[in-house]
T-cell receptor, first 114, second 112 residues
Framework: DSGVTQTPKHLITATGQRVTLRCSPR?????VYWYQQSLDQGLQFLIQ???????AKGNILERFSAQQFPDLHSELNLSSLELGDSALYFC?????????????FGPGTRLTVL | KNEVEQSPQNLTAQEGEFITINCSYS?????LHWLQQHPGGGIVSLFM???GKKKHGRLIATINIQEKHSSLHITASHPRDSAVYIC??????????????FGKGTKLSVIP
């Protein structure tokens, strides 16, 4: 158990819908990362927050948004869902913003868009 | 061309064999990470390397910064080592952000 929690574990929804994925980092970790893992693209970095502020953006679509709240939990919002958004979404946390910090991954949310 | 290339893509080994998984990258990096993804999907961080060599139990990771290459070795492999091993790098973006760029992974199956 990494100490990072993600809810829900599974999510099945229809095209055009909007969903929210939630992540709670390890106690004491200030940095949260979101990743998408699809069969054809592999793992891709989406976005990073540190202590409530956005620090880096990767291949995140405009239909997707995220935020980190004062209690440090984070939410990833996916809207106008398409079939291609079906993937595993991972959240990870680390103590700070450094390439030398280990990232601890949550169990992931499996999103299926029908 | 991907910035991070792993080989082999798939690897089948007999229990007890010595295993090597390779990772090459094409850009300057701050650090390299080796991750393990279990069949159930969970991801565990195995190593973070910026130079040299690290060892944890039966796992050894090395990096050669000049050659832009890293290897993950598993000694005395066991069926419980069966997983996907993923190499990821923190690029030298110079912008103070340290996002990971991932290889496609190596699927390891260890047969009893």
């Amino acid at each position: 158990d990494s100490g990072v929690t993600q809810t829900p574990k599974h999510l099945i929804t229809a095209t055009g819908q909007r969903v929210t994925l939630r992540c709670s980092p390890r106690s004491g970790d200030l940095s949260v990362y979101w990743y998408q893992q699809s069969l054809d693209q592999g793992l891709q970095f989406l976005i990073q927050y540190y202590n409530g502020e956005e620090r880096a953006k990767g291949n995140i679509l405009e239909r997707f948004s995220a935020q980190q709240f004062p209690d440090l939990h984070s939410e990833l919002n996916l809207s106008s869902l398409e079939l291609g958004d079906s993937a595993l979404y991972f959240c990870a946390s680390s103590v700070a913003v450094s390439p030398y910090n280990e990232q601890f991954f949550g169990p992931g949310t499996r999103l299926t868009v029908l | 061309k991907n910035e991070v290339e792993q080989s082999p893509q798939n690897l089948t080994a007999q229990e007890g064999e010595f295993i090597t998984i390779n990772c090459s990258y094409s850009v300057g990096i701050s650090a390299l990470h080796w991750l393990q993804q279990h069949p159930g999907g969970g991801i565990v961080s195995l190593f973070m390397l910026s130079s040299g060599k690290k060892k944890h139990g039966r796992l050894i990771a090395t990096i050669n910064i000049q050659e832009k290459h890293s290897s993950l070795h598993i000694t005395a492999s066991h069926p419980r080592d069966s997983a996907v091993y993923i190499c990821a790098v923190n690029l030298n973006s110079g912008a103070g952000s340290y996002q990971l760029t991932f290889g496609k992974g190596t699927k390891l199956s260890v047969i009893p």
